[in-house]
């Protein structure tokens, strides 16, 4: 079964650089791989998303291995409000054009100031 | 713009009563539809999904159905609530595979 495997938590300074790691061995050929995270009692916020090639947006960075078994969330300087629990999903295709977002348990990240 | 909502956002329901929770989307037309279910310090769950009116998907078989009566309303069901059904419950769309899901705020199931 899809698995993605994360640390339970990191800590980090504000305005420094936070890597978030993200094992996923099993993943398949057409699986995306996915970041959300969430806040206490609101539904998860989208990040970033990617299937081979590393992807930047305003949020953060994705790097993926080259092997797609493993990848990296990159907050380029962290703020107090990206503390949170960071899923890493791997999205395998359901039925016609959708995608069933498979949740790890996710790392919940410590901002401090 | 587009908005989902969810309603109730907290509900406590004794055991072997019925539920309905309800999701319903504006802004976009023909959206895939999403439940997801979260348990106290778990990641998400998906329950079912949809990719149009009375299309459902079952992911999980258990003790609850859903149902898409109209393009933008997604409802969560069940005859009779037991004490495993209490979570977090959480309805998403997205517009095709390749693009994000967006979330409503939940709603907070308690069976006592």
């Known amino acids: 079964d899809a698995k993605t495997t994360q640390p339970n938590s990191m800590e980090s300074n504000e305005e420094e650089p936070v890597h978030l790691p993200c094992n996923h061995s099993?993943?398949?050929?057409?699986?995306?791989i996915h970041w959300y995270r969430q806040l206490p009692s609101q539904g998860p916020e989208y990040v970033i998303h990617g299937l081979t090639s590393n992807v930047n947006n305003r949020m953060a960075s994705l790097a993926i291995a080259e092997d797609r078994k493993s990848s990296t969330l990159i907050l380029h300087r962290a703020t107090l409000r990206d503390a949170a629990v960071y899923y890493c999903i791997l999205a395998r295709a359901g039925v016609k054009n959708t995608d069933k977002l498979i949740f790890g348990t996710g790392t919940r990240l410590q901002v401090f100031p | 713009s587009q908005t989902i909502h969810q309603w109730p956002a907290t509900l406590v329901q004794p055991v072997g009563s019925p539920l309905s929770l309800e999701c319903t989307v504006e802004g976009t037309s023909n959206p895939n539809l999403y439940w997801y279910r979260q348990a106290a310090g778990r990641g998400l769950q998906l329950l079912f999904y949809s990719v149009g009116i009375g299309q459902i998907s079952s992911e999980v078989p258990q003790n609850l159905s859903a149902s898409r009566p109209q393009d933008r309303q997604f409802i969560l069901s069940s005859k009779k609530l037991l004490l495993s059904d209490s979570g977090f419950y959480l309805c998403a769309w997205s517009r095709q595979r390749d693009q994000p899901q967006h979330f409503g705020d939940g709603t907070r199931l308690s069976i006592l």
């Open positions: 099993t993943i398949s050929g057409t699986d995306y």
